[in-house]
């Protein structure tokens, strides 16, 4: 299946259109969205939806005062979040900004509450598979795809040196029919992950690796937005292979990749 550039972009332009309805959005961003908008009925459907939405729980949802415990501990997660939002783009600390401002006055609605209730659990923000899926769609896009471009994994593997701070493992598949064609720094949930860049005849694999506890894990498979992943871990790193190639053909890479020295 070949990505259909069209639905790309109305997957990234859903995330602006949510972001916009919280106020979280730059002019540069406000002006694609709206352009966008203005060819594309169905965003502009869900942007209307969100919007009437937003205003209909902000007029019906009671609002409550936060206790003094409850803004402590908001305000500890906080501290922690702003350490590892620093490596993120604008966006989250805007967010975060935004967060300050409502625990300080002491009050929030419903909705805020939720939300605070979804920040103090572990994990919150999105499955990891969502992360890589929605990564993995936004590479897609033209000029996202590479920050280095080369089949050679002894030019790609040193690019990585001073852009993070760990080595990942670079190999080439090419022999096995999945060339490497280079490389690019990408951001998971708040950490910085090196995405390794392969070919399947017109299909695209990015390889996502960052440092992990724990030992290795075998492979498993799984679907997200109509692309197939498989996660594992391996040497002291976690990885994550998305493409829109069959589920087999994944899984073959995986074996291959974990095979090669």
Not at 7 to 35: F, K, T
């Amino acid at each position: 299946m070949t990505p259909d550039p069209h639905a790309a972009a109305c997957d990234e332009m859903r995330l602006l259109i949510q972001a916009e309805v919280d106020g979280e959005i730059d002019a540069a961003r406000a002006a694609a969205l709206a352009a966008h908008v203005a060819e594309c009925a169905g965003c502009a459907g869900t942007r209307e939806r969100l919007v009437e939405l937003s205003a209909a729980l902000r007029e019906a949802l009671p609002v409550h005062a936060a206790s003094p415990a409850l803004r402590e501990a908001v305000m500890r997660q906080l501290a922690a979040a702003q350490v590892r939002a620093a490596a993120r783009p604008a966006l989250s600390s805007q967010i975060l900004r935004r967060w300050r401002e409502v625990i300080a006055f002491g009050s929030g609605s419903a909705v805020a509450a939720v939300l605070v209730l979804a920040l103090l659990r572990p994990g919150a923000g999105g499955s990891v598979a969502e992360a890589v899926a929605s990564a993995h769609i936004r590479a897609l896009q033209p000029g996202h795809l590479t920050d280095v471009i080369s089949t050679d994994q002894h030019t790609v593997k040193p690019w990585f040196d001073g852009r993070l701070d760990f080595a990942p493992p670079v190999k080439d598949l090419a022999t096995q029919g999945f060339p490497l064609i280079g490389g690019r720094v990408d951001y998971l949930q708040g950490h910085p992950a090196a995405a390794l860049v392969y070919r399947r005849a017109k299909h695209v694999i990015d390889l996502y690796v960052w440092p992990a506890n724990g030992g290795p894990t075998a492979p498993r498979i799984g679907l997200r937005n109509g692309y197939n992943l498989v996660r594992w871990r391996q040497d002291g790193m976690q990885l994550w292979a998305v493409s829109d190639v069959e589920a087999a053909q994944l899984r073959a890479f995986v074996h291959d990749w974990r095979a090669m020295p």
